[in-house]
Structure formats: C-alpha cells, structure tokens
C-alpha cells in the first residue's frame, strides 16, 4: 500500500511516500525549488518521492494532508474577526490563498498530480505526534507536540501505545509558545520562521535577567499550561507580531540591520529560559499522568536543541526521541503513517533510524555534472578518500561532503554538510569568512562518533539528529574549541557507524590523526539558501564560496 | 576489415573540434572561439544563463496526457523503432502510464531484423495494437541522393515522411496525442514538437537542411509520384495542425531516469535486446543510417548525431569522452555496399 503524505502552504512544504508502512522516500520542497522554508504545493518533492519509490502516480493508494484546512480556515476567519479592524488588511492579503488553493486540496491534486483518488487530512498536532511516536523505537509513549498554531491547537500532549494515539489535552491559538519565539524573534531583528535557531545561539551570549517580564506577558497556571497576555501581542492585527506594550516593555525593537546589544542577548537568553521553564513544568505534569519513562516530541519547537536537553535532564523521562523532521515537513510522515498505522490499523513495522530519505546521485552523474562545470577531478578509493580528506580537515581545510541520498529535516547530518576541524580555535572565524557569512555568535555543531558522544559531552543520550545540546565536558573543552558555544555547550551529532559508514569512517580517520572523535558538521548551504540537493547546487556553492575541497560521492575537487 | 569513414575521423582529428561538446568547425554555421569552444555551446550557456533551468517534471507530463486520456479508442500512438528510446516510451505509456497506445512502426525496407524483433516482443509483452506499414515509396529519392551525390542526408526526407505519415495515422484513428522515444538532445524545443517546431533549425543543421530543402525543391518537382511530398518539417506540422490537433511528446523529455535504467527495465520485461550492428554505439537504427552517416561525414565533417550528443553533453547528460567513443566510426564498405544494392548504387 502505498500513501502519500503532503505538508504546505505555510511553511517547510514536504513530501514523503510510506509503503506498506516503511518511509521510502522524504524531501523538502525547498531542497528542488531552492526557495528557503517554501510554502508552496511540493510538486518536485512529490515526483521525486514517486520516482525514488519506484512506484507510478497510479500505484498511490491514498493522499494524506497534514492538517484539517476547514478547520484551520475557522481559526483564520474568527481571529481576523475579533481583531477587526486592524485585522483587516491582513485578512485581505490571505484570503486569496485560501480560496486558490488551501481549501481545495483534492481538486489541486487533480491539478497537479492527475490524483483523483481519496485524500485524508489529519489533525496538524496529530500528525505531529504520529511523526515522532509512529517512528520512534518505542511501544508506549507520552507525547508532547508544540508549535507556532496548526489549526487551533498549539501544544498537545497524549499517549501512544502500539499503533494508537491519544490527545490528552490541547492548548489552543492564541495561547502559542511557538509564536512567542517567533514574535520575540522578529521583535530581535530576525526574520519569522528562520531566525528562530539564531535567537537560540544568541540566548547562549546572554544573562537571563528578563525572565520577571516575560512571567508578566505570560500566565503560567500550576497545571503547567499557560496563557499569553494578548495586550501584549499582535498575531493578525498587522506587520508586527508585537504591540506597543511589547515595547514598552522590553523597549525598542532591534532592526534587521541594527547592532546587536547586550540588552538583545540578555532577552534571548530570557526568553530562552522561559520556554524550557515552562516546557519542563508540563513535561513533568506529563510524566505524572502517564507514568512511562519514553518521551516523544514534535513540532517546530523542539527543533530547540538546547530546550530538548533540558527537558531530558531535568524531568523523570529516560528516554527521549525527537523526529529529525520535527518542524512541519515532518507533518507529511506523521500524516501518512497516522492513517496506515492508525486508522487501518496496521502494527507498527518501521522505526527511523536515520534521517537519509531525500534523492542521491550516481557517480555517472556526478562526473557528469563535474565535466559540465569544467572543473578537474580525482577519483578515490573510500579508504583512501576518508585518509587523505581526514588530513586535509586536520590542516583547517573546509570540506563540501556529498554522499549518498539528502537529509530529511533542517539539519545535515553528514550527507549534505559543510566540514571542517573542531581543534582549531579559530575555525567558527574561517567558515564564517569563507562559506558561511553568519552572524558571529552563532555556533558550529559537532558530528561526534557515538561511542564516543559521552567522552566529549555531558550526554547521557544518543542525539542521531543534531536535536540535543549538552555541555561540553571539562576537560576536553581545549580539544574542541571550534564547536564550544560561549555558554559551554555545542548542539551534538552522535554518528553511528550503521546509519552513515561513511562518514563515521571519516571521523574516525580524523581521530587517527588528531586524536579527536569529532568534525565541526554545518550545513551545505550559503546564507540565505537551502541545503544543497543536487550535484550541480553542490559545485555552484562550492564554486560561489572559499570552500578548498568538494567531495561528491569518491570524485575530490581541489579548489585552484 | 576496411573501416570506411577511418579518413573521415582522420579528417575530424585534423579538424578543429569543439573543446566542450564534439562538433567540428563547420563555418559559417559552426566556428570555435580562440579557446577552442563552438559558437553553439556559447549561445547556449547565454540563453541558459538568462532562462536559468528549466524544469520539466514527470506531472507536467502527466497532466498533458490526462488532458486526452479516454477521449478516443487510442489514447496516444507511439512511433515504435525498436530501439531502446522508443520500446521504453511504449512500455511507460501503457504500464507506467496505463494508457491505451497504438504501436505503429514503419519499414521503408531497411528496417534491421533486431530492431523488428524488439518490436514485435514488445506488442506482444505489452498486449497493445499494433500497425505495421512496409512500403518502397521513398526508394526512389534514396537512390537519387546517392546517384546525383546529393548533400541531402537521407534521414532527413526519410523523418519528414514518417512524420508526416505518423499524423496522417493519428488523425485516421482520432488519436490525440503521438508518443516519440526522442531523448533531450534530439528536440531543441520542449515540451511539446507540435507547438514549437523541431531542430533541423538549430544552426548546426543549416547547411544540412538547406541541402535538403534544394534537393527536394527540385526533385518533387520532376516525379509525380513525389508531388504531394512535405518540403520541411514545419510543411509537415502545418499539415498535421489543419488535419488533427494532436501533439507530440516524449517521457524522456520529463523521466529524470538515465537511458540504463530504462534498457534494464526493457530487457527484463520486454525481452529486449541491443542491436548486433549499430552506429553509434548501442543505438538501434536502419541500414540507411549507415549510409546517411556516411555521407554527412564526407560532406560536413559530422552528423545528425553529433549534434544529438553535444547537445547532451550541454545539459549534462553525457560526457564527451564518452559521446567520442560511442561516435566513433565502426562499419566497413562491405556493408554500405550490401545495403546500397538495394537502391543500385555502389561506393567505390
């Protein structure tokens, strides 16, 4: 049985193909049309999912959708109405999205994909929770989702046992932990739905003074659940997602050029400890209620990594899994395997174990593209490949590493991934100057081998997918300068041998050398743009940045 | 054995050949820069600059068949030679697409027997209809090409006849669309021919097409039997255009899989198998073809199909050592002598 499972029109449009229950295929819209965070109606991710399932459009046996439109539609039509009339400008720009396409999903799939088929819509959260319980190693589960808003929901938490799911409770729109980031993160000078992992580097630069006026704007009720202070916000009355008491409050807004002051750290960090505050206080509740020690989280708030550790550390759960999709492209997956699992009730046959379910290239093709772009090559032996780039990394140079089949989620993890040497203090300066261009305070992740994440980390936990942050330990913060945030911790990678041999045989040669079990792991992209999907996007970044090696599967380009 | 065209590629390695793609410096419709790149592979990297890619996927392609699905007996006719581009196309059209074709295949009578075979195997495998038209009506202006030592290359009066023969099919079974097996380096203009035209425009087939233009200017004129014969290949679209709105399409233009994996595919299932004698390399073509080559290399220096190949190797989608290697001349004058006995004629 083969389902197809859609995320779109708000942002990180997905696709992903489940058949007979096992994810075949998984990719981001964004990945192909190279529009970051695109919205748009995943068009190439859906033929690409088709073509690498090697199944034909006729063979879908169902279409699923992420979340309930009518539904959602309501909350739109009613918030715009209570905020009336400062609502209305806003109500004018979004309702002729609603009309063209939103609302009419199984007539654009006629459109777009000749499906006439059933098509089936899950609740957001729901699919949320499917996407992380669904595929986590786990029987019995609690479950905890938040996010900006899906319908009305914007936190659930239930249970999931076997192939079943229970919402416990919900907390509804406006009450939104996820559009208080986001709100603080514009009113920060960053853009909304990008900038959110920068507020969460910058919190590390700051002292968590403005926690006092964040419990003001929000009520938090002993049960855990909390309440946003709406004079405060300003979710549809316009530009801002921030009033003028916002303002007074925490005084002027930072533009998106503006200096960095000591003030917008101090409110990250803030803001920062507010959260995991809060999401540790209903983590807990949870824990009471379900008395199981498996936590499963979804929802584009657990993307924070330093609030996942937190929630780890500080709460009876001893084991957490987050879903490397965790933000809204992963509402395709949950979505799809909410129905095979769920609702036709078939056992659970599949557990994530990796997140490489976008499309790869063969070495044909990358010559290919390499002979188009004129650029000299050398061919290598994986052996020889993983010495000889693991030497290269040792003397600081910047590596663009290609392999095999493109990440499903925000982070690379390996496949499409920028690497460089952990060792040197100086390498966040040296990416940042060469490739990257981000803001300074922003830190490099470490990839560590996994067996030995605890060495170097305070982990008691695998973190597969780059959504854990711990500290480093002690006494190997020397070791590892590069990848050491100011406040001591570093977003970790723990790379298993099974799931990515080639890369943990390129760290591990770099261990040979150095002595170290770790790589500085970025993503490959240049600022502003999506991971890299293809060879070509791969040697156009290259050709674009001051990267000195690109590796495309075994086939090593030196930069002249 | 006596390697025909070996003074030809003598006469290709002397000549100045494009560094990037593999065609020869034919001015003043092909001339390299000082860097040894052809003014076609500059032309093409501006417009794909200023176009940037364009990006045709497998649901466009679906969406313009739903467009005619079950509108007619047929719901598309394939021109099926039996080599691996069309064979595929059939077999995506009826199992990928689940679409009720028409198989038609002609033989102006020097088809290959491989080729009929992979033919054959396919209609049968596949369950279609299928029509099969044998004829001599083009041996006449064959034989005047090579007796008179025309210019004209063969395969291009041979295409505008079949072309024009393939509408004539669709419109007497009201079928709506006509499925090719040509791959991305043998249209210029994409998606649909019927819409845009075809590529003996390219300036790389100037020289060519004018020859063929004079040669069937003159010679329809002198032979009855030729009178209603299309001059062009556009001649032939407007014709179709006032006879059937049907367009022509080929899944390759829209699959993003490699001709491997669908020779893979065709062998499994179709009972395929690549052509004992063929130019270029593992390509299935009539005996003609060898002719057809044969003289384009003695008059331009390359052929139909190094133009096919440099445009692929353009848009990335095979390599020029490889296009070398698979255009290299590889037939003797004992074959082009045993075919052109058909049409009396013999190459000293």
Same mark, same amino acid.
């Given at each position: 049985?083969?389902?197809?499972?859609?995320?779109?029109?708000?942002?990180?449009?997905?696709?992903?193909?489940?058949?007979?229950?096992?994810?075949?295929?998984?990719?981001?819209?964004?990945?192909?049309?190279?529009?970051?965070?695109?919205?748009?109606?995943?068009?190439?991710?859906?033929?690409?999912?088709?073509?690498?399932?090697?199944?034909?459009?006729?063979?879908?046996?169902?279409?699923?959708?992420?979340?309930?439109?009518?539904?959602?539609?309501?909350?739109?039509?009613?918030?715009?109405?209570?905020?009336?009339?400062?609502?209305?400008?806003?109500?004018?720009?979004?309702?002729?999205?609603?009309?063209?396409?939103?609302?009419?999903?199984?007539?654009?799939?006629?459109?777009?994909?000749?499906?006439?088929?059933?098509?089936?819509?899950?609740?957001?959260?729901?699919?949320?929770?499917?996407?992380?319980?669904?595929?986590?190693?786990?029987?019995?589960?609690?479950?905890?989702?938040?996010?900006?808003?899906?319908?009305?929901?914007?936190?659930?938490?239930? =249970?999931? &046992?076997?192939?079943?799911? +229970?919402?416990?409770?919900?907390? #509804?729109?406006?009450?939104? %932990?996820? /559009?208080?980031?986001?709100?603080?993160?514009?009113?920060?000078?960053?853009?909304?739905?990008?900038?959110?992992?920068?507020?969460?580097?910058?919190?590390?630069?700051?002292?968590?003074?403005?926690?006092?006026?964040?419990?003001?704007?929000?009520?938090?009720?002993?049960?855990?659940?909390?309440?946003?202070?709406?004079?405060?916000?300003?979710?549809?009355?316009?530009?801002?997602?921030?009033?003028?008491?916002?303002?007074?409050?925490?005084?002027?807004?930072?533009?998106?050029?503006?200096?960095?002051?000591?003030?917008?750290?101090?409110?990250?960090?803030?803001?920062?400890?507010?959260?995991?505050?809060?999401?540790?206080?209903? =983590?807990? &509740?949870?824990?009471?209620? +379900?008395?199981?020690?498996?936590? #499963?989280?979804?929802?584009? %708030?657990? /993307?924070?990594?330093?609030?996942?550790?937190?929630?780890?550390?500080?709460?009876?759960?001893?084991?957490?899994?987050?879903?490397?999709?965790?933000?809204?492209?992963?509402?395709?997956?949950?979505?799809?395997?909410?129905?095979?699992?769920?609702?036709?009730?078939?056992?659970?046959?599949?557990?994530?174990?990796?997140?490489?379910?976008?499309?790869?290239?063969?070495?044909?093709?990358?010559?290919?593209?390499?002979?188009?772009?004129?650029?000299?090559?050398?061919?290598?032996?994986?052996?020889?490949?993983?010495?000889?780039?693991?030497?290269?990394?040792?003397?600081?140079?910047?590596?663009?590493?290609?392999?095999?089949?493109?990440?499903f989620g925000p982070r690379a993890l390996g496949n499409r991934s920028i690497l460089a040497n952990p060792c040197n203090p100086d390498i966040?300066?040296?990416?940042?100057?060469?490739?990257?261009?981000?803001?300074?305070?922003?830190?490099?992740?470490?990839?560590?081998?996994?067996?030995?994440?605890?060495?170097?980390?305070?982990?008691?936990?695998?973190?597969?997918?780059?959504?854990?942050?711990?500290?480093?330990?002690?006494?190997?913060?020397?070791?590892?300068?590069?990848?050491?945030?100011?406040?001591?911790?570093?977003?970790?990678?723990?790379?298993?041998?099974?799931?990515?041999?080639?890369?943990?045989?390129?760290?591990?040669?770099?261990?040979?050398?150095?002595?170290?079990?770790?790589?500085?792991?970025?993503?490959?992209?240049?600022?502003?743009?999506?991971?890299?999907?293809?060879?070509?996007?791969?040697?156009?970044?290259?050709?674009?940045?001051?990267?000195?090696?690109?590796?495309l599967e075994n086939c090593v380009v030196e930069k002249k | 054995m006596d390697i025909i065209g070996q003074e030809n590629i003598n006469q290709?390695?002397?000549?100045?050949?494009?560094?990037?793609?593999?065609?020869?410096?034919?001015?003043?419709?092909?001339?390299?820069?000082?860097?040894?790149?052809?003014?076609?592979?500059?032309?093409?990297e501006k417009t794909k600059s200023a176009q940037g890619d364009n990006k045709v996927l497998e649901t466009d392609f679906i969406k313009m068949?739903?467009?005619?699905?079950?509108?007619?007996?047929?719901?598309?006719?394939?021109?099926?030679?039996?080599?691996?581009?069309?064979?595929?196309?059939?077999?995506?059209?009826?199992?990928?697409?689940?679409?009720?074709?028409?198989?038609?295949?002609?033989?102006?009578?020097?088809?290959?027997?491989?080729?009929?075979?992979?033919?054959?195997?396919?209609?049968?495998?596949?369950?279609?209809?299928?029509?099969?038209?044998?004829?001599?009506?083009?041996?006449?202006?064959?034989?005047?090409?090579?007796?008179?030592?025309?210019?004209?290359?063969?395969?291009?009066?041979?295409?505008?006849?079949?072309?024009?023969?393939?509408?004539?099919?669709?419109?007497?079974?009201?079928?709506?669309?006509?499925?090719?097996?040509?791959?991305?380096?043998?249209?210029?203009?994409?998606?649909?021919?019927?819409?845009?035209?075809?590529?003996?425009?390219?300036?790389?087939?100037?020289?060519?097409?004018?020859?063929?233009?004079?040669?069937?200017?003159?010679?329809?004129?002198?032979?009855?039997?030729?009178?209603?014969?299309?001059?062009?290949?556009?001649?032939?679209?407007?014709?179709?255009?006032?006879?059937?709105?049907?367009?022509?399409?080929?899944?390759?233009?829209?699959?993003?899989?490699?001709?491997?994996?669908?020779?893979?595919?065709?062998?499994?299932?179709?009972?395929?198998?690549?052509?004992?004698?063929?130019?270029?390399?593992?390509?299935?073509?009539?005996?003609?073809?060898?002719?057809?080559?044969?003289?384009?290399?003695?008059?331009?220096?390359?052929?139909?199909?190094?133009?096919?190949?440099?445009?692929?190797?353009?848009?990335?989608?095979?390599?020029?050592?490889?296009?070398?290697?698979?255009?290299?001349?590889?037939?003797?004058?004992?074959?082009?002598?045993?075919?052109?006995?058909?049409?009396?004629?013999?190459?000293?």
């Amino acid at each position: 049985m083969n389902i197809l499972g859609i995320s779109c029109y708000y942002h990180d449009a997905a696709a992903c193909l489940i058949s007979n229950g096992k994810l075949v295929a998984a990719a981001q819209e964004e990945r192909f049309s190279r529009i970051k965070n695109s919205l748009d109606f995943p068009i190439n991710a859906i033929n690409y999912c088709i073509q690498a399932g090697e199944i034909t459009f006729s063979d879908i046996d169902c279409v699923v959708f992420y979340e309930k439109p009518f539904l959602k539609f309501s909350r739109v039509v009613i918030s715009h109405l209570k905020a009336y009339p400062f609502s209305f400008k806003n109500f004018l720009e979004t309702m002729p999205n609603w009309l063209k396409d939103r609302l009419i999903t199984p007539l654009v799939l006629k459109k777009e994909i000749g499906y006439k088929g059933r098509v089936l819509f899950i609740k957001h959260h729901l699919s949320h929770a499917a996407s992380s319980f669904l595929v986590s190693p786990f029987e019995k589960a609690a479950i905890l989702t938040a996010d900006g808003v899906g319908e009305w929901a914007t936190m659930t938490y239930g =249970v999931g &046992q076997g192939n079943q799911i +229970t919402i416990l409770k919900e907390i #509804c729109y406006p009450d939104s %932990l996820g /559009l208080l980031y986001t709100a603080v993160t514009t009113y920060l000078g960053f853009r909304p739905l990008r900038g959110e992992g920068k507020v969460m580097g910058l919190a590390g630069c700051g002292k968590s003074r403005y926690v006092d006026k964040f419990r003001k704007i929000v009520q938090v009720r002993p049960d855990g659940s909390f309440r946003l202070d709406q004079r405060y916000f300003g979710f549809n009355k316009g530009l801002r997602m921030y009033s003028v008491k916002f303002i007074r409050l925490f005084g002027r807004a930072r533009s998106p050029e503006g200096k960095i002051e000591e003030r917008h750290c101090d409110i990250a960090a803030s803001l920062q400890q507010f959260i995991e505050e809060i999401l540790v206080g209903i =983590v807990r &509740q949870l824990y009471n209620k +379900t008395k199981n020690d498996n936590l #499963c989280l979804a929802g584009g %708030l657990f /993307l924070n990594c330093v609030a996942n550790h937190r929630i780890l550390k500080e709460t009876p759960f001893k084991n957490i899994f987050v879903q490397p999709a965790a933000g809204d492209s992963g509402g395709a997956l949950g979505a799809a395997l909410y129905v095979y699992n769920t609702i036709l009730k078939n056992s659970r046959n599949y557990v994530m174990h990796h997140a490489y379910f976008g499309p790869d290239f063969s070495t044909a093709q990358i010559k290919m593209a390499l002979l188009k772009h004129g650029l000299s090559f050398r061919e290598i032996n994986n052996q020889l490949l993983f010495k000889y780039i693991a030497r290269e990394l040792s003397q600081d140079k910047i590596i663009g590493w290609f392999q095999g089949r493109m990440e499903f989620g925000p982070r690379a993890l390996g496949n499409r991934s920028i690497l460089a040497n952990p060792c040197n203090p100086d390498i966040k300066e040296l990416l940042n100057s060469k490739v990257k261009k981000r803001e300074s305070f922003r830190p490099y992740a470490p990839a560590v081998l996994e067996e030995k994440a605890q060495e170097f980390f305070e982990l008691q936990h695998l973190s597969p997918f780059m959504l854990l942050a711990a500290k480093v330990r002690a006494d190997k913060k020397n070791l590892i300068p590069g990848v050491i945030h100011v406040d001591g911790s570093a977003r970790v990678q723990s790379v298993n041998k099974d799931a990515n041999s080639k890369f943990w045989y390129l760290i591990k040669e770099f261990e040979n050398i150095t002595g170290v079990p770790i790589l500085v792991n970025t993503s490959f992209n240049l600022k502003g743009e999506p991971i890299v999907c293809t060879p070509e996007d791969a040697i156009k970044c290259f050709q674009r940045s001051e990267m000195d090696y690109l590796v495309l599967e075994n086939c090593v380009v030196e930069k002249k | 054995m006596d390697i025909i065209g070996q003074e030809n590629i003598n006469q290709m390695n002397t000549q100045k050949i494009c560094q990037r793609c593999v065609l020869p410096e034919n001015k003043p419709d092909v001339w390299l820069n000082e860097r040894k790149i052809c003014n076609i592979c500059i032309e093409y990297e501006k417009t794909k600059s200023a176009q940037g890619d364009n990006k045709v996927l497998e649901t466009d392609f679906i969406k313009m068949l739903n467009q005619y699905k079950g509108k007619a007996k047929y719901d598309c006719l394939v021109m099926c030679s039996g080599g691996k581009d069309s064979t595929s196309a059939l077999y995506y059209m009826k199992r990928r697409y689940k679409l009720n074709p028409l198989a038609f295949t002609f033989d102006h009578g020097f088809e290959t027997e491989d080729a009929m075979e992979n033919v054959r195997n396919a209609v049968e495998t596949l369950g279609v209809d299928f029509l099969f038209f044998k004829t001599d009506f083009m041996k006449d202006m064959f034989s005047e090409i090579l007796k008179t030592n025309s210019k004209a290359v063969i395969c291009h009066p041979c295409s505008i006849w079949y072309m024009g023969l393939t509408f004539d099919m669709a419109a007497r079974f009201n079928i709506p669309i006509i499925i090719a097996g040509w791959t991305k380096g043998q249209s210029t203009k994409q998606p649909t021919m019927s819409k845009c035209g075809c590529n003996i425009h390219q300036k790389e087939f100037y020289a060519m097409a004018k020859s063929t233009r004079e040669f069937l200017d003159s010679y329809t004129k002198k032979h009855s039997k030729y009178k209603n014969f299309s001059k062009s290949m556009e001649e032939v679209l407007i014709r179709a255009k006032k006879k059937n709105k049907c367009i022509v399409l080929s899944p390759h233009w829209f699959l993003p899989f490699d001709t491997m994996a669908y020779v893979e595919i065709i062998k499994k299932e179709l009972k395929w198998k690549p052509p004992r004698l063929s130019y270029p390399k593992k390509t299935t073509n009539c005996y003609l073809n060898f002719i057809s080559v044969y003289n384009s290399m003695k008059h331009y220096g390359y052929t139909h199909y190094h133009v096919e190949a440099s445009k692929l190797i353009r848009e990335g989608l095979l390599s020029r050592e490889e296009a070398l290697k698979s255009l290299e001349i590889n037939f003797d004058k004992e074959l082009l002598n045993k075919i052109a006995k058909k049409l009396d004629y013999r190459f000293d």
